[in-house]
């Protein structure tokens, strides 16, 4: 993904840019409306007095100023909801819901459409065919009106809700998983080792979001570079972090150019960064799992989301068709995803035996199913269950922690686990 496509991405998904777009289609129909019309016959079989094509524009109009501020206010409401109830992180996938921004979009463009037609006949700028064209443009206008406030009924009783937040974030994280399988080095060559060269930081603090691979490719080819870059999408990037060291000939303008290939943002984004997708889920549960909230439930549901996501989850070859030849790119470790998901859970849930439980069944499946990932999610089981010892007091939670933790100790070499009998 080139810098200008991730720009590209990043504004389709600002609340603003769907109203905007169809404000302008709106202002668009009614000039084509009257441009139109100019090619159309005088004559009509059918024709329309202005009064009757206003009074349904202002119809339009009063109704659509109150459903366009009652949808906002109630999409204030649901975001401010799934803050509280679930992680703020979360918010930036509810306002990119383009079915929300969608219905919205439709409610204000018609408002914007309905306001300009009407100073448009005020202003008698219309003839018959004119008026006739417009007509039909209200009839469409309507129409897609009543669709988008079905929509927008059946999109409020989901908004803001805990499930259907998972549910974004999961999308969300599913889709970094996809991008990483496929490009694991971001077309590169693995980094091994040390990284050599000059270092290279960024001007500002930040987290890294996107760097264009390619752009870098064109400028170590121009200056004869050997690029290694060390910081990842999701990377906090400071003075002691550099973005990448340099083998070459390095001058500050040439420096400077290089960093620019980085974006840099105060907060993570989505996008190229699945540990981050892993890090608000794990946040989620944690929510749930506060003494003020109090429901083991969601964080159960929040460890089920994230077995989905890995327990198929193949990490992809390091080795094989290499675009960018003078890039080397860190790889990203498996064990990161599986902590950033399950050790917050383990942490916070470790007092309650029927999250552990769930939490080391799930492990259980990924290090049976996935090979992949199976060292990495013994070694967060074999944490998770250090935890919950500490934690947990009575006996029968401890002699049923003690059954699911089994094999995670038994894959560690231990055949008896606290007087507990292992079977072979």
Known sequence: MTQLSFYLRQLLNKMWFLPAAFSAFAMLTIGLAFYVARWAPDELPLTISQQAIQSVLEILATSLLTVSVFALSTLVSALSSASAATSPRAVALIIGDRGAQTSISVFI??????????????????????????????????????AALIRWIAQISNIGR????????????????????????????????????????????????????????????????RIAVTARPGTYVSPLRPLMHVEGHLEDELAAELVDAFVIGDQRSFESDPRFGFIVLAEIADRALSPAVNDPGTAISVIGTVTRLLVHWQPG?????????????????????????????????????????????????????????????????????????????APADLETLEGAAKFAELAAGVTDISGVEARP
């Open 162 to 225: 805990v499930g259907h937040t998972i549910s974004r974030v999961e999308e969300a994280t599913a889709a970094a998983l996809q991008l990483l399988e496929k490009h694991p080095l971001f077309d590169g060559h693995p980094l091994e080792g040390a990284p050599v060269g000059q270092p290279v930081r960024a001007d500002k603090l930040g987290h890294v979001q996107h760097f264009d691979a390619a752009r870098l490719q064109k400028l170590a080819e121009k200056h004869e570079l």
């Open 317 to 393: 070859k390091t080795e094989g068709d290499v675009v960018y030849d003078r890039l080397s790119i860190l790889a990203l470790a498996p064990q990161d995803l599986l902590e950033d998901a399950f050790r917050p859970i383990g942490r916070d849930g470790a007092a309650t035996i029927e999250v552990v439980v769930r939490l080391l069944v799930s492990l259980e499946v990924i290090s049976t199913v996935n090979q992949h990932l199976r060292p990495a999610a013994l070694a967060v089981a074999r944490d998770a269950a250090g935890r919950a010892r500490k934690a947990l007091s």
């Open 109 to 146: 463009g018609a408002f914007l459409f309905s306001i300009l037609a009407i100073l448009g006949l005020s202003a008698g700028i219309y003839s018959s065919a004119g008026r006739m064209l417009l007509f039909s443009v209200t009839l469409a206008v309507v129409a897609v009106v009543i």
